[in-house]
């Protein structure tokens, strides 16, 4: 069984601080990962992407990719309020002739940015 | 317009009925998924399906069937609903050559 682990939280952090959020993987053979961020009732929205090792930056957000540690974060600078959100890992399982079979989902965690 | 539309957003219906979830894309993408979640199990894969004529289950498929109508539109349908199928279901579609997910908002399902 392919797993996604992420601590559930709550993690809160000051406005303007770097919130550190994690997420580990058991699947050796995972290609893709991404970062969703889920408002209360909301869907999951993308918001990252990364499938290199290292670091990739859009704007105040950071991935980093280890695959030898099978481990994926993201960091989210200057945080704001508006950043509350669950953020949901999901990496790729299963490969088939025409890529990936589906994406795994950790459980979520929950951030809050107080102001 | 939204890209991935769900109906209905909001459903309360009772123990024993039939139920049947839609949702269409206008991303022209191949690959549709059913998810469902839960407070505290995350999202969990029920089909999915990579073109009309091919469907596959997901890691909970028991109590569910889906449909591939055409390639923009996949329904959920539960045959005799039951009180543990309350949840968020969501529908998400991807394009052949990406792996990322694009998510409909949604559908709200209380069974009583």
């Known amino acids: 069984q392919k797993e996604v682990e992420q601590n559930s939280g709550p993690l809160s952090v000051p406005e303007g601080a770097i919130a550190s959020l994690n997420c580990t993987y058991s699947?050796?053979?995972?290609?893709?990962f991404f970062w969703y961020r889920q408002y209360s009732g909301k869907s999951p929205e993308l918001i990252m992407f990364?499938?290199?090792?290292g670091d990739k930056e859009d704007g105040r957000f950071t991935a980093q990719l280890n695959k030898a540690s099978q481990y994926v974060s993201l960091l989210i600078r200057d945080s704001q309020p508006s950043d509350s959100a669950t953020y949901l890992c999901?990496?790729?399982?299963?490969?088939?002739?025409?890529?990936?079979?589906?994406?795994?989902f950790g459980k979520g965690t929950k951030l809050t940015v107080n102001p | 317009d939204a890209d991935v539309t769900q109906t209905p957003r909001n459903r309360i219906t009772k123990t024993g009925k039939r139920i049947m979830l839609e949702c269409s894309q206008t991303k022209g993408h191949d690959r549709m998924y059913w998810y469902r979640q839960d407070p505290g199990l995350g999202l969990r894969l029920i089909y999915y399906s990579f073109d009309v004529k091919d469907i596959n289950k997901g890691e909970i498929s028991d109590g569910y069937s889906v449909s591939r109508q055409a390639q923009a539109k996949f329904s959920l349908s539960l045959e005799s609903a039951i009180p543990n199928q309350t949840a968020l279901y969501f529908c998400?579609?991807?394009?052949?050559?990406?792996?990322?997910?694009?998510f409909g908002p949604g559908t709200r399902l209380t069974v009583l």
């Open positions: 998400a579609t991807s394009d052949l050559s990406m792996d990322e997910q694009f």
């Open positions: 999901a990496v790729t399982a299963g490969i088939t002739q025409g890529g990936s079979e589906k994406l795994v």
């Open positions: 699947d050796r053979g995972s290609q893709s």
């Open positions: 990364i499938y290199s090792n």
